[in-house]
């Protein structure tokens, strides 16, 4: 009697559980290698696993309200992503990596714009292999006690900051505080200003929020805060989108970063 009832059991349990949907998926590896984020993240790894578009991500596409509000690129990846992370604790160069995989796997690896040759003066239909994009690595070795913490001396005042390289997460704070500033003063749009406050962790050893935010405010030199955001651009890892352009008549013009126009997620729109 009880070998007869076990199976049946097993199969009402079988019967009960729900079966995921299955899709076929790939493994995309991030630029940071997952050294920037913190121990026990999912994202620690350095990959992650994506899933194909479906007919449902081209809802999410197309979708006005997440259009109108901004939220239509976040909404798509996290209808992708099959691992258990949220698309807002991405570094910025991650999210544009996986960006990037999403369209190869959502409509291919070509990818056709409009662009000026320069020998002719007319805008030509040109097509780059997405798949060939490089990934901008992190250097380890600049990092701070293995985490995203990274030091930078200005060279005309030699000022030692300390800074971390920017989140999803970090951007919405960004957007939400330069939102609040436009309330108060709705000529002013101190972005640059904003996201360096966001940016710098400490002042000569300084941590504190109100001596980082009144020395960008009062004390940042200009000749200081270039040199600062190009090398900050230039440790980020990320991915490269310049490639070289060819033309019909044989014209080659070479590391032109690529517009991400409405046609990279909807190749059959007008760009």
């Given at each position: 009697m009880e070998q007869t009832q076990q199976p049946q059991a097993q199969q009402q349990v079988q019967q009960q559980t729900p079966q995921k949907p299955q899709f076929p998926t790939e493994?995309?590896?991030l630029p940071s290698k997952g050294l920037l984020y913190p121990e026990g993240s999912p994202?620690?790894?350095?990959k992650l696993t994506m899933k194909y578009m479906t007919a449902r991500e081209?809802?999410?596409l197309t979708n006005q309200n997440y259009i109108k509000n901004g939220t239509v690129i976040d909404k798509l990846l996290q209808?992708?992503?099959m691992d258990d992370i949220k698309v807002e604790d991405l570094l910025i160069g991650d999210k544009n990596a996986i960006l990037v995989a999403a369209r190869i796997l959502g409509y291919g690896q070509d990818y056709s714009f409009?662009?000026?040759n320069?020998?002719?003066?007319?805008e030509e239909e040109v097509t780059v292999d997405l798949t060939e994009a490089n990934d901008k690595e992190l250097d380890a070795s600049l990092m701070i006690n293995g985490k995203n913490d990274f030091e930078f001396e200005l060279p005309i005042s030699k000022v030692l900051l300390t800074f971390k390289l920017l989140t999803?997460?970090?951007e919405k704070k960004i957007e939400s505080e330069l939102k609040g500033l436009k309330k108060i003063n709705k000529t002013a749009s101190p972005e640059l200003t904003t996201r360096l406050k966001h940016m710098i962790t400490s002042?000569?050893?300084d941590y504190t929020i109100k001596t980082i935010r009144e020395f960008v405010d009062n004390s940042f030199l200009a000749r200081d805060s270039r040199p600062f955001r190009e090398y900050a651009s230039k440790i980020m890892p990320d991915i490269s989108l310049e490639f070289n352009i060819n033309f019909e008549d044989g014209t080659t013009v070479e590391d032109v970063t690529i517009p991400i126009g409405v046609g990279f997620f909807w190749p059959d729109a007008s760009v």
């Open positions: 493994e995309v590896t994202l620690r790894s350095g081209e809802d999410i209808s992708l992503i409009n662009y000026l320069p020998e002719t003066g007319v999803q997460a970090d002042i000569n050893g």
